[in-house]
């Protein structure tokens, strides 16, 4: 509405108005269906930010470690324009989209006669032209994905196999790298002997990446049950078609599994365990096996 206003007051130039929301309309489909993609590498919502950021920053981030070790290791070296920025959107369009304008508050402090309106230039409307395009892929990517995801996943740290250890070892080399980075700068004096360094750097490496790749471990690693080896995927709770009785209300939790030994067995524990449970007393609870109507 504010910016409805100052156009209507001439105080913002429509064109000026109109290339801003083209800017912010490509840089945004980039960046929902990045998003829309790193959805369906994880089944956790509280992971799904950190996987975000992640993809976007990780070529910049490491890139900058090994330039720092780099300076550290290699004498006389020089780091030169960053090449992988184009991997990292965000770091990327800081460099390449940008606004230009003339110099009206030093005309206006040095002589307020020669005060002329802002001139604005915008450049970088085709860098993000390009990543929207990219973006559109992504969301592609993330369709198909999401067709072949399996439901059972919908919980998972990773949610695609193939991914898992692919995870454990990028974060176990992530770990290694940023911790290199972080002691090499602060607990390495300037003067030390170049191999005393390097002793120091691998030895930090190595322990990092053993904390990084355990770590990975433990958070991809399904919790252990009773039985663990039973596929079976559930459909979330529903009301039945009759939704209530007698004042009581009804559900329904629909499961599609393999109808063996073991797991009519878990059924079976699990309807003695519901049994004993005194606070669900008012609540009846009963399991039918391959019905002729789901009701």
Known sequence: FMLVYEVSQGAVYPGFLFTWLAAVTLADIFYYSFASF???????????????????????VVEECFIKLFDIFLYGYAPGARKLSFLSPPAYFEQKVTVESNDMFNDMFYDYSS?????????????LAIYALIGLLFAYLALRLYKKRRMETATDIVSIEILKPIFKY????????????????SFIPENAPNIEKLAFILFVMIV???IGYF??????????????????????????????????????????????ASFRE??????????????????????????????
């Open 115 to 127: 005060i002329k309106p802002m001139v604005c230039s915008f450049k970088g409307m085709g860098v």
């Open 170 to 185: 990028c974060l176990a080399f992530g770990c290694a790298l940023a911790a290199s980075d972080y002691f090499g700068g």
């Open 208 to 210: 990092s990446a053993f």
């Open 266 to 295: 878990m059924m079976s524990k699990l309807l003695t365990d519901y049994g004993r449970d005194k606070s669900l007393n008012d609540v009846a609870a009963y399991i039918d096996i391959n019905p002729d109507t789901i009701l």
């Open 38 to 60: 790193a959805a369906q590498l994880t089944g956790s919502l509280i992971v799904l930010p950190a996987v975000y950021a992640i993809l976007l920053m990780t070529c910049t």
């Open 215 to 260: 770590a990975a471990e433990m958070l991809i690693k399904k919790a252990k049950t009773e039985y663990p080896d039973i596929p079976l995927r559930i459909l979330g709770y529903s009301s039945a078609s009759v939704s209530r009785i007698n004042n009581k209300y009804r559900y329904k939790c629909i499961m599609k599994f393999r109808n063996s």
